[in-house]
């Protein structure tokens, strides 16, 4: 019988994000860690390895795959209320003790994620596509394990995606390279970058570096693409108003458009010890958000609980814009153009050109997309 990783070094193909060095040796630049890989080895992911001289990615299947609302991934300033196709592979190049999809995240680092292998099912770009189209969805979504990882397998479904009139996105933890998000940038339009915690030693904990997200939040936004930031306010681990006030404040110096997600924590995984993150410590954090000059502040994972802080309004006049509870639309007051109907604002996002088509009162829940 096949192990995992066997079955899935089968489901490959030859990687782009690469450079050849001497000795059969390559050096891959899909994510921060820029893993020198020997012949026969792997990289910190698990997922891409070098075989013969050559760097061989996941291409060819998925792991998970859903249609969720939009406001789930979260994004709150593109299409609201629209349906995103979200497929997720195996394997991640961090590993987060309250990772909350650590069996297909982990697979091939925590015997505990073996059972991952009965969820591959194989598939095409084209056959995804299809599934979005059938699923009414209007944008395509990489994430559930760390997309950056399996990025070639991404742009191969985008690039059939972009064909259909579909939008593509990310939702990533942010440890990325400037070659890999030059890479897609032809492909994407929205990218949602986790900023975990604002202590390098924390992050290093999870399997990362501080500085690599900082630099992609920033160059992410300076490639044009549109950015929303997610802290998962972790108590004991990252709720200090301290730390906090110095997240915000650095989104703010990237730009203060970019819309900056709090959202609640709750016991998952190896991270069982915390009490889940309070209302009040949410609202702290969004207030702290409010008070570093970002004009768009949302608190997740709380819905009803939270007052505003899950609508979208005008920063020049407060006028509402978005009416959300959850991952629910039900009041969309943009105009056409993207601009406050009340003071003519420009708002920045990735809104639909007719306003009319945006769903209100959706189901706001999930729904499982079948591969026939
Ligand atoms: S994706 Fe990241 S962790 Fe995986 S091999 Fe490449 S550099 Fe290493």
């Known amino acids: 019988m096949l192990t995992l990783g066997e079955y899935l070094d089968d489901l490959t193909t030859e990687g782009e994000l690469v450079e050849t060095l001497e000795e059969g040796a390559v050096r891959c ?16 992911c698990q997922v891409r390895f070098n075989q013969d001289g050559v760097l061989r990615v996941p291409w060819g299947y998925v792991a998970a795959l859903q249609a969720d609302p939009i406001e789930k991934k979260p994004f709150f300033h593109v299409f609201p209320g629209a349906d995103a196709l979200t497929f997720g592979m195996l394997g991640c190049d961090f590993h987060c003790a309250y990772c909350q999809n650590h069996l297909t995240s982990q697979a091939m680092r925590d015997p505990e ?3 991952a292998a009965s969820l591959v099912r194989k598939i095409t770009p084209a056959q995804m596509t299809e599934l979005a189209l059938r699923a009414r969805a209007q944008v ?4 559930y394990n760390e ?15 972009l064909k259909a009139g579909l939008r593509c996105a990310y939702v990533s933890n942010g440890n990325a390279t400037p070659e890999v998000l030059r890479y897609l940038r032809p492909y994407l339009s929205a990218y949602k970058i986790d900023l975990k915690t604002m202590q390098d030693r924390q992050y290093r904990s999870l399997g ?4 690599h997200v900082l630099d992609s939040i920033r160059f992410a936004h300076e490639l044009g693409l549109w950015v929303e930031v997610v802290t998962l306010v972790v108590p004991g681990f990252n709720d200090s108003t301290e730390e906090l006030l110095d997240a915000a404040r650095y989104i703010r110096s990237v730009s203060p458009d970019i819309p900056w997600h709090v959202t609640a924590f ?8 915390p009490e889940p993150t309070s209302v009040k410590t949410i609202l702290r954090a969004a207030e702290i958000g409010q ?11 709380i819905p009803r609980r939270v007052g505003e802080y899950e609508n979208t309004y005008c920063p020049a006049c407060h006028a509402l814009l978005v009416e959300r ?24 996002g990735v809104w639909p050109e007719n306003a009319q088509q945006v769903r209100l009162g959706g189901p706001g829940i999930p729904r499982w997309v079948r591969n026939r």
Not at 30 to 44: P, Q, V
């Open 29 to 44: 630049v899909a994510c921060g860690h820029r893993c020198l890989i020997r012949l026969g080895r792997r990289g910190i």
């Open 113 to 115: 994620s073996d059972i």
């Open 140 to 143: 395509i979504v990489s994430s």
């Open 147 to 161: 997309p950056l990882i399996t990025s070639e397998w991404a742009v191969s479904v985008f690039q059939e995606a």
């Open 208 to 211: 990362g570096v501080l500085q």
């Open 266 to 273: 709750h016991p998952d995984y190896k991270m069982l010890e």
């Open 291 to 301: 008070e570093a000059g970002l004009y768009f502040v949302y608190a997740g994972n």
């Open 325 to 348: 509870t959850g991952y629910t639309v039900h009041g969309y007051y943009l105009t056409e153009s993207g601009t406050c109907p009340q003071c003519g604002k420009a708002v920045p």
